[in-house]
């Protein structure tokens, strides 16, 4: 196909599109959860989805060389791993 012959496919890009599916799969979660339980809930694989997708885009991120992505993962990481701990804290 013409549209994939414009981007490079190597282990970088293979390493940012898994830390997207991450995210992606944290959302899917949520809503199936939600549906299930007939109210919006947010379970603790949503958090940990993200901390994993966070990490690998940071090293994404760095591997490009990419300021904004770099900037963006560490953010999302400190917020991902405090809700998850408050996540945990309010389960005990």
Same mark, same amino acid.
Not at 24 to 35: A, T, Y
Not at 53 to 74: E, P, Q, W
């Given at each position: 196909? #013409?549209?994939? #012959?414009?981007? +490079? =496919?190597?282990? !970088? *890009?293979?390493?940012? $599109? *898994? %830390?997207?599916?991450?995210?992606?799969?944290?959302?899917?979660?949520? !809503? !199936?959860?939600? #549906? &299930? #339980? &007939? @109210? *919006?809930?947010?379970? =603790?694989?949503?958090? !940990? =989805?993200?901390?994993? %997708?966070?990490?690998? $885009?940071?090293?994404?991120? /760095?591997? @490009? &060389?990419?300021?904004?992505?770099?900037? *963006?993962? /560490? /953010? +999302?990481?400190? $917020?991902?791993? @405090?809700? $998850?701990? /408050?996540?945990? @804290?309010?389960?005990?």
């Amino acid at each position: 196909m #013409e549209i994939f #012959e414009k981007y +490079q =496919l190597d282990f !970088w *890009t293979l390493l940012g $599109l *898994t %830390g997207q599916g991450f995210f992606f799969l944290r959302m899917i979660i949520q !809503w !199936w959860q939600s #549906e &299930k #339980e &007939k @109210r *919006t809930v947010v379970p =603790l694989s949503f958090w !940990w =989805l993200g901390l994993v %997708g966070a990490a690998i $885009l940071f090293i994404y991120a /760095i591997a @490009r &060389k990419d300021i904004v992505f770099i900037l *963006t993962a /560490i /953010i +999302q990481s400190f $917020l991902y791993s @405090r809700n $998850l701990v /408050i996540a945990i @804290r309010s389960q005990s």
